[in-house]
């Protein structure tokens, strides 16, 4: 089967770095992406990784271990809006390329 | 990027009868999907709608419950059919680009009594 497991609930302080976790199980890898959501919203998109590594925009940042299954995203200096729903998404290699969506992380920023 | 509409935004409809929801992309793309979440809960994909080939479902959808439309490149329909009040859901279309970055559309609201 295929899996992608976050924490479910994170909690930290405005201006404060987190760190949300990613360990996925798929049949097939074709890179890992990141996607923010405010409840009510759509998701929009943050990441992509396909190699080993990190890649950084901005405040936000996502790394990519293929040899371990795991990622994560790395949020610096955190403000009030980010506050949201944050999940990585697998894109499958096989057949269709889709995106498997993780289970979803809950950040609370508190002032 | 892409910038896509979906109608209707939301919707109530009594069990038994069927819902068409449509997404519109403001430019041409490939690969489109078509997603169903549940309130604070993760999103779960329906099927892959790719322009010139039949829809591919995902375990658990199928296609006489949800049937999908993809006549050209900026548009595709998802049809709940025959609701029942476990169909209620937000419904989202997303696409998917070259540089693989995905698209969401504002969701579709449904309510089924």
């Known amino acids: 089967g295929q899996s992608l497991e976050q924490p479910s609930e994170v909690t930290a302080v ?11 199980q798929t049949s097939g890898f074709y890179g890992l992406s990141w996607y923010q959501q405010h409840d009510g919203g759509a998701p929009t998109f943050l990441s992509y990784n396909a190699l080993d590594g990190l890649e950084e925009t901005g405040r936000f940042s996502s790394f990519l271990s293929r040899s371990d299954s795991y990622g994560y995203l790395l949020l610096q200096e955190l403000q009030m ?3 949201a729903s944050y999940f990585c998404a697998v894109r499958d290699s096989s057949g269709t390329y889709k995106y498997i969506f993780g289970t979803g992380t809950r950040l609370k920023v508190l002032a | 990027s892409a910038v896509i509409s979906q109608k209707p935004s939301r919707d109530i409809c009594q069990r038994g009868t069927s819902l068409t929801i449509q997404c519109q992309v403001d430019s041409q793309v490939t690969m489109m999907f078509w997603y169903r979440q549940q309130p604070g809960q993760s999103l779960t994909l329906i099927a892959t709608a790719n322009q010139g080939s039949e829809a591919t479902y995902e375990s658990g959808f199928v296609i006489d419950k949800f049937p999908i439309s993809r006549p050209n490149l900026t548009f595709s329909t998802l049809t709940v059919s025959n609701m029942s009040p476990e169909d209620s859901s937000i419904y989202l279309c997303s696409v998917g680009l070259q540089n693989n970055e995905q698209f969401f559309g504002p969701g579709t609201r449904l309510t089924v009594l």
């Open chain 1, 81 to 83: 809006k980010d506050s």
């Open chain 1, 14 to 24: 405005e201006g404060a770095i987190v760190q949300i976790n990613c360990t996925y």
